[in-house]
């Protein structure tokens, strides 16, 4: 089989978007330092959940002709920068390992806002009948509240015990 043909075959393949992804994201990180791309994606993991959600990398600076020894631009909420500051041993140790090699060895830390990610909303709670909770919340004379305590009711027996 040619290369020509090897290369339409594989146009008609179903591709995952993860797979096609590194490609697309590359052109619009390398503007900004990121060209790796990982280190974006990857952040939660690379610095833990807690300091993933106030502060974001924003760029990443190497010295010209070389891929070692750069310097990583963070954003960071306002008065945790200082905390980032102490923990910024900790920090590049991380960045580092997640590279497998001295990649990064200061941070620049700039005070701004960080975006969150949207938080999803918990599933509706099922209106099972229960005539124990109908029963105790019969007195309720507010049809709303009556509604709102009989799923408050629900949602505690559905509650798997600590």
């Given at each position: 089989?040619?290369?020509?043909?090897?290369?339409?075959?594989?146009?008609?393949?179903?591709?995952?978007?993860?797979?096609?992804?590194?490609?697309?994201?590359?052109?619009?990180?390398?503007?900004?330092?990121?060209?790796?791309?990982?280190?974006?994606?990857?952040?939660?993991?690379i610095?833990g959940?807690?300091?993933?959600?106030?502060?974001?990398?924003?760029?990443?600076?190497?010295?010209?002709?070389?891929?070692?020894?750069?310097?990583?631009?963070?954003?960071?909420?306002?008065?945790?920068?200082?905390?980032?500051?102490?923990?910024?041993?900790?920090?590049?140790?991380?960045?580092?390992?997640?590279?497998?090699?001295?990649?990064?060895?200061?941070?620049?830390?700039?005070?701004?806002?960080?975006?969150?990610?949207?938080?999803?909303?918990?599933?509706?709670?099922?209106?099972?009948?229960?005539?124990?909770?109908?029963?105790?919340?019969?007195?309720?004379?507010?049809?709303?509240?009556?509604?709102?305590?009989?799923?408050?009711?629900h949602?505690?027996?559905?509650?798997?015990?600590?």
């Open positions: 089989m040619t290369e020509k043909e090897n290369k339409t075959d594989r146009s008609w393949r179903t591709q995952s978007l993860g797979s096609l992804l590194p490609k697309v994201a590359r052109p619009v990180l390398g503007r900004h330092g990121l060209a790796a791309g990982g280190i974006v994606a990857d952040w939660p993991a610095v959940a807690q300091l993933a959600e106030c502060c974001l990398p924003m760029r990443l600076v190497f010295p010209p002709g070389e891929r070692a020894d750069g310097t990583l631009y963070l954003r960071v909420q306002g008065s945790l920068a200082l905390e980032l500051q102490h923990l910024e041993p900790v920090v590049l140790e991380r960045i580092n390992s997640y590279f497998g090699y001295r990649a990064v060895i200061r941070l620049k830390i700039q005070q701004g806002p960080v975006p969150r990610p949207p938080r999803a909303k918990p599933p509706p709670i099922p209106a099972a009948d229960d005539p124990a909770i109908d029963d105790a919340v019969s007195g309720v004379a507010d049809k709303e509240l009556r509604r709102r305590l009989r799923q408050f009711g949602a505690l027996k559905l509650r798997k015990p600590l």
